[in-house]
């Protein structure tokens, strides 16, 4: 079992940044997936980026450009830094692994572009 605990999010105004944090609970030593996904009000939850054990990155369109992520297998830790926020950034962002065919999830981190 993998504990997945999101950080960094907060309110930040239109044009600025934030960098989100997820900490797994131990080492992941097989092939993996991590995510970012995310849950804007009244909206189903979609991907926002990916990356993989072999550093592999993708990236929803409407984040490209802006967003970046990157992980850290000292740390357990993947990151994603967004940059050039908007309104419709605003959402609550979960952090996703998927190792051996099990899929685990963060309790997520509520991000607000306001200003």
């Known amino acids: 079992q993998v504990q997945l605990v999101e950080s960094g999010g907060g309110l930040v105004q239109p044009g600025g940044s934030l960098r989100l944090s997820c900490a797994a609970s131990k080492s992941i030593f097989n092939t993996y997936i991590a995510g970012w996904y995310r849950q804007g009000p009244g909206k189903q939850r979609e991907l926002v980026a990916t990356?993989?054990?072999?550093?592999?990155?993708n990236y929803a369109d409407s984040v490209k450009g802006r967003f970046t992520i990157s992980g850290d297998n000292a740390k357990n830790t993947v990151y994603l830094q967004m940059n050039s926020l908007k309104p419709a950034d605003t959402a609550v962002y979960y952090c996703n692994l998927k190792v051996a065919a099990i899929n685990y999830w963060g309790k997520g981190t509520l991000v607000t572009v306001s200003s």
């Open positions: 990356i993989t054990s072999g550093g592999y990155t």
